[in-house]
């Protein structure tokens, strides 16, 4: 799941085709902001800004429940 997030970003967003109904969920500092891909395998999340040696965890889980996850550095 590649992802590119920078530092003072606010939206992700990304593509992923045939996987309609799975939920991408991004978590920082406690807090937890997600979306569900829609038919067209978009979706989209709004961040507060991010700061330089932040961590994010993104955790995927598609409707059958398998869940991938991922941390990514500030």
Do not use: C, H, K, M
Not at 17 to 32: I, Y
């Amino acid at each position: 799941f590649p992802v590119t997030i920078s530092q003072g970003q606010t939206n992700i967003s990304g593509n992923l085709a045939n996987e309609a109904g799975t939920e991408v969920q991004f978590s920082t500092e406690g807090n937890v902001y997600s979306d569900t891909i829609d038919e067209n395998g978009d979706w989209a999340v709004a961040l507060p800004p991010l700061n330089y040696g932040q961590t994010i965890n993104v955790n995927i889980t598609d409707i059958a429940g398998n869940t991938r996850q991922e941390d990514y550095n500030i």
